[in-house]
């Protein structure tokens, strides 16, 4: 085997996903070195390591087991993140498309040698401190349901918009397929570097989606008088903002691993998933 360590995560909720990782388990156990993280582990009785020590484990990828949700934890977890290969226990399955039926075969393969794809995340600075690094998308709202609010948008120095909305989102290729497409935003392929800005819901008919470079610095403030928003990232955390804070987004310098299962093209994936 060319690869030595691999790591496991998975969700703990479902039965059939715990069973999913005792096979991994069972299968590998005797061929790799195997770091279960440490909630998947309590379930088993077994020894663990949380996500964002693997890599000083020297673990050279991580198995995550579930859906979306489960691979953007992983990711946010880890500062600087290992190669994913997500097993799709969930739904649509983009960030984990790899079917069940088919992931002992699929692992046994990766174990001689595989190669990934580097996707870019955000990093995100509030009042001129990282608080996250967005993979999919940065989603600022309002913080009373059905309110409108006003956001200024600068991209570098230039204003952008004055948006009214319902809220904002800032989504990164991979997360164009996500909440932005949902919101009316143009899906982006994963090799254009960009961020998409699509205003939720706007009252102005100008207010349309945009297509911002990924080297440029945005700039988002509360533009109305006590007012609050919430910043959600990746819908995993969010913080509360109010008139006067400042959000800051930068591309960052640790892009999202996915390991290449497939030569599958971009365009042929979205219209299967999305059919």
Not at 135 to 157: C, L, R, Y
Not at 174 to 198: D, E, H, K, L, Q
């Amino acid at each position: 085997m060319a690869i030595k360590k691999i790591g496991i995560d998975s969700r703990c909720d479902r039965f059939e996903v715990i069973e999913m990782v005792k096979e991994i388990l069972a299968h590998f156990s005797s061929k790799v070195q195997i770091f279960v993280a440490t909630p998947t582990a309590d379930i088993l009785g077994i020894e663990g390591t949380p996500v964002e020590k693997m890599r000083d484990q020297g673990v050279e990828l991580i198995i995550s087991v579930g859906g979306d949700g489960t691979v953007l934890r992983n990711i946010a977890k880890m500062k600087n993140p290992l190669p994913i290969l997500g097993i799709n226990m969930g739904t649509l399955g983009f960030l984990a498309d790899l079917e069940p039926k088919d992931a002992i075969e699929t692992i046994e393969e990766v174990l001689y040698g595989f190669s990934y794809l580097e996707k870019m995340r955000v990093d995100v600075f509030l009042n001129e401190e990282m608080i996250e690094t967005a993979t999919n998308e940065i989603a600022i709202m309002s913080a009373k349901p059905a309110k409108i609010i006003q956001f200024q948008v600068h991209i570098g120095d230039c204003l952008l918009d004055d948006i009214r909305a319902d809220g904002v989102v800032f989504a990164t290729p991979t997360g164009s397929t996500a909440y932005a497409m949902s919101a009316g935003g143009p899906i982006v392929n994963p090799r254009v570097n960009a961020i998409v800005v699509v205003p939720v819901a706007p009252f102005k008919l100008s207010s349309r989606p945009w297509v911002i470079p990924s080297d440029t610095e945005i700039t988002i403030k509360l533009a109305a008088q006590k007012k609050e928003a919430i910043i959600a990232i990746d819908g995993q955390k969010s913080y509360r903002i109010r008139t006067g804070d400042v959000v800051k987004l930068k591309k960052s310098k640790f892009p999202a691993r996915f390991v290449k299962i497939s030569d599958t093209c971009f365009y042929e994936r979205v219209q299967r998933k999305l059919t």
